[in-house]
Nanobody, 123 residues
Framework: QVQLVESGGGLVQAGDSLRLSCAAS????????MGWFRQAPGKEREIVGA????????RYADPVKGRFTITRDNVKNTVYLQMNSLKLEDTAVYYC????????????????WGKGTLVTVSS
C-alpha cells in the first residue's frame, strides 16, 4: 500500500505561482508512474499531467501545457507540480496519484490516490 500526502495548496492570485509536493511512503517509489489530477467544483476529475519512472518523460493536459511542470525526486520519494501563471480556472482540489503503467495512467489507470490539496486562484 502506497500512501501519498500532498502539500503546498492555498489561496493565490491570478498570475501567481505555486508548487505542490507529494511525498510517498513507498521505498520503491521509483517503480511507479506519478502524476497529478484535479477536480474543480461541479466538474469531474481530470488529469493534469504525468511523469514516468525515471523522470525523463512527461505529458500534460492541454489547459496547463507551458504553465505547469511535473518533476520527481526518486531519492526523496517526492513528486512536484510547479504551477505558473495561474488562472481562475485552475481552482480545484489537486490529487497526487501513482500508477504502474505510463499510458494506462494517462487514461486514468491509477493504483493509489492522495487525499488532495485545495488550490484557490482569486482575481
Amino acid at each position: 500500500q502506497v500512501q501519498l500526502v500532498e502539500s503546498g495548496g492555498g489561496l493565490v492570485q491570478a498570475g501567481d505561482s505555486l508548487r505542490l509536493s507529494c511525498a510517498a511512503s513507498e521505498r520503491t517509489f521509483s517503480n511507479y508512474v506519478m502524476g497529478w489530477f484535479r477536480q474543480a467544483p461541479g466538474k469531474e476529475r481530470e488529469i493534469v499531467g504525468a511523469i514516468n519512472r525515471s523522470g525523463q518523460m512527461t505529458r500534460y493536459a492541454d489547459p496547463v501545457k507551458g504553465r505547469f511542470t511535473i518533476t520527481r525526486d526518486n531519492v526523496k520519494n517526492t513528486v512536484y507540480l510547479q504551477m505558473n501563471s495561474l488562472k481562475l480556472e485552475d481552482t480545484a482540489v489537486y490529487y497526487c496519484a501513482a500508477g504502474s503503467y505510463y499510458y494506462d495512467f494517462l487514461s486514468g489507470g491509477v493504483d493509489y490516490w492522495g487525499k488532495g490539496t485545495l488550490v484557490t486562484v482569486s482575481s
